[in-house]
């Protein structure tokens, strides 16, 4: 079975028809390993695929967060991040480059939390922030002028 095989199966089995698009636009984002914004995912796309509207980047992503295959995050006001990873984890979010790296859910465990007052707590993702210890000593792979900016 191809991954494409792999992944029109995956689709079918969530009720979702598989189309060229979607099927382009799920592969990616499903074998990323990571946590790209749909602009990511467009981009990525229609490298292979230069009709795929950003619509329907959308109403897939939409419809695969629906269908729990895909996780949606929102890091401070940036646009939302799909998660590949639907299982229980934590993230770090790198303050150098914004990337986000999972962390295992047993990497992590809170020891006390004061519930709000009304609240019954039925899960909880906690987010790291850090950077990379050997930040700054990598030569930097961009020509010059193209600085990496605070923020
Ligand atoms: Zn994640």
Redesign the pocket.
Same mark, same amino acid.
């Given at each position: 079975m191809t991954d494409r095989d792999r992944i029109a199966a995956l689709l079918r089995a969530h009720d979702i028809q598989p189309s060229a698009q979607r099927l382009a636009i799920a592969a990616f984002v499903l074998g990323s390993g990571d !946590?790209p914004t749909a602009e990511q995912v467009h981009r990525a796309v229609t490298a292979t695929l230069p009709m795929v509207s950003r619509a329907t980047v959308y109403n897939t992503l939409k419809l695969l967060v629906e269908r729990g295959l895909l996780?949606q %995050?929102r890091v401070d006001d940036g646009p939302a991040l799909y #998660?590949p990873?639907v299982h229980h %984890?934590h !993230?770090l979010i790198d303050e150098d480059t914004g990337h986000?790296v #999972?962390i295992p859910a047993d990497a992590i465990e809170v020891t006390r939390f004061d519930e709000p007052a009304g609240y019954e707590v039925l899960s909880y993702t906690v987010t790291v922030r850090g950077r990379r210890r050997d930040a700054g000593t990598e030569t930097p792979r961009s020509a010059a002028g193209d600085d990496v900016r605070d923020g």
């Amino acid at each position: 079975m191809t991954d494409r095989d792999r992944i029109a199966a995956l689709l079918r089995a969530h009720d979702i028809q598989p189309s060229a698009q979607r099927l382009a636009i799920a592969a990616f984002v499903l074998g990323s390993g990571d !946590h790209p914004t749909a602009e990511q995912v467009h981009r990525a796309v229609t490298a292979t695929l230069p009709m795929v509207s950003r619509a329907t980047v959308y109403n897939t992503l939409k419809l695969l967060v629906e269908r729990g295959l895909l996780d949606q %995050h929102r890091v401070d006001d940036g646009p939302a991040l799909y #998660d590949p990873n639907v299982h229980h %984890h934590h !993230h770090l979010i790198d303050e150098d480059t914004g990337h986000v790296v #999972d962390i295992p859910a047993d990497a992590i465990e809170v020891t006390r939390f004061d519930e709000p007052a009304g609240y019954e707590v039925l899960s909880y993702t906690v987010t790291v922030r850090g950077r990379r210890r050997d930040a700054g000593t990598e030569t930097p792979r961009s020509a010059a002028g193209d600085d990496v900016r605070d923020g």
